[in-house]
């Protein structure tokens, strides 16, 4: 079991909602008690889906107060981070297989001022993310492939994220180990035991009647 010293953080992803309703979503995940907002952007490149950019994350923005955690599935994210800081992003992620050198991408996201996170996907090894645990605000581990939403969690994340729980309190640092896929009731409950504090979901808050009730049901899930 591990120490998880941070509080729960539920952030909805939006990619499972109805997107002519955002900003009503946005409303009722906070009513729910939603602290983050997931926003997953993807390219048709990286992943096979394209979703919004920056005009629909600028759009929102002036109606919601929820921290807007931005996933970038995207190839050459360096070429867009200032439009998506510019629009509203607070925690700006990206994915480690793109980014040739992270520590220049790194470095950039933390001057235009926003939290930097980055994401790794199933494939890939949390090896790859401990020299920069120091410098970032965030890690995402994907428990799906990145692409689409409402698949099913893969119990192969909960090793690295055991892994990564370890890197982080044994370096003393307090950065927030977010999980993204096939979070529900059932699967928050073993990523927080495993060390993770930030849940990630879609379809389990926005398929469900209430995504209000869902918010609520999601944390005490994941905290019991
Ligand atoms: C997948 C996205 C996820 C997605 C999760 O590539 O990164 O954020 O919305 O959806 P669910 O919760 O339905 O697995
Ligand atoms: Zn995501």
Partial sequence: MSTNPLPIIVAPSVLASDFANLRENLTRIEAGGAEWVHLDVMDGHFVPNITFGPPVIRSIRKHSTLVFDTHLMIEEPDRYLGAFRAAGADIITVHQEVCPNLERTIAKIKGLGAKTGVAINPA???????????????????????????????????????????????????????????????????????GANVLVAGTAIFGHPSPERAVRELREAAMS
Avoid: C, N, Y
């Fill in 124 to 194: 890939t090894s949390v090896d790859v993310l401990e020299e920069f645990l120091h410098d970032l605000d965030l890690v995402l581990v994907m428990s799906v492939h990145p692409g689409f939403g409402g698949q099913e969690f893969m119990k192969e994340s909960i090793d690295k994220i055991s892994r990564l729980r370890r890197l982080i309190d044994h370096a003393h640092l307090s950065v927030h180990l977010e999980v993204d896929g096939g979070i529900d009731a059932r699967t928050a409950g073993q990523v927080v035991a495993a």
